[in-house]
C-alpha cells in the first residue's frame, strides 16, 4: 500500500481543514490507518486512528472532540477533519497504514508499515 496525504494549509485559530490520505493497492481496507504529526523539534507522535471498517477508533486527549477520522474504502481513503484548530496543532501531518496481523498499540509509529509523505499544517494566533 502506497499513501498520499493532502489537504493541508494555512489557517487561522478556531478555522477547520480536512486532511485526505488516498491509498493505492487492493487491500487497503484490510488496513488499520492512522494519522500521526510532527511539530518542529518535536517528535512524532500519534493524533488518531481507525480500524478497518471504521469499527474502532482512538484519538490522542489534545484533539478529542475537535479531530474526526474517518474512512471510505470504496475510495481508497482515509480522512482527518480538524476542526476548532489551535496553534499547537501546527505541524506536519502523516498518514500511515498498517497490516492486519500487526500487533502492538495502534498509537506507536514503529506497528505502522506503510506512511505518506506528509501535510504541511500551520494555524496562527
Known amino acids: 500500500v502506497q499513501l498520499q496525504a493532502s489537504g493541508g494549509g494555512s489557517v487561522q485559530a478556531g478555522g477547520s481543514l480536512r486532511l485526505s490520505c488516498a491509498a493505492s493497492g487492493p487491500t487497503f481496507s484490510s488496513y488499520t490507518m492512522g494519522w500521526f504529526r510532527q511539530a518542529p523539534g518535536k517528535e512524532r507522535e500519534f493524533v488518531s486512528a481507525?480500524?478497518?471498517?471504521?469499527?474502532?477508533?482512538i484519538y490522542t486527549d489534545s484533539v478529542k472532540g475537535r479531530f474526526t477520522i474517518s474512512r471510505d474504502d470504496s475510495k481508497n481513503s482515509g480522512y482527518l477533519q480538524m476542526n476548532s484548530l489551535k496553534p499547537e496543532d501546527t505541524a506536519v501531518y502523516y498518514c500511515?497504514?498498517?497490516?492486519?496481523?500487526?500487533?502492538?498499540?495502534?498509537?506507536?509509529?514503529?506497528?505502522?508499515?506503510?506512511w505518506g509523505q506528509g501535510a504541511l499544517v500551520t494555524v496562527s494566533s
Open positions: 481507525i480500524t478497518p471498517s471504521g469499527s474502532n477508533t
Open positions: 500511515a497504514a498498517r497490516k492486519p496481523y500487526n500487533t502492538g498499540s495502534r498509537s506507536r509509529p514503529p506497528t505502522y508499515d506503510c
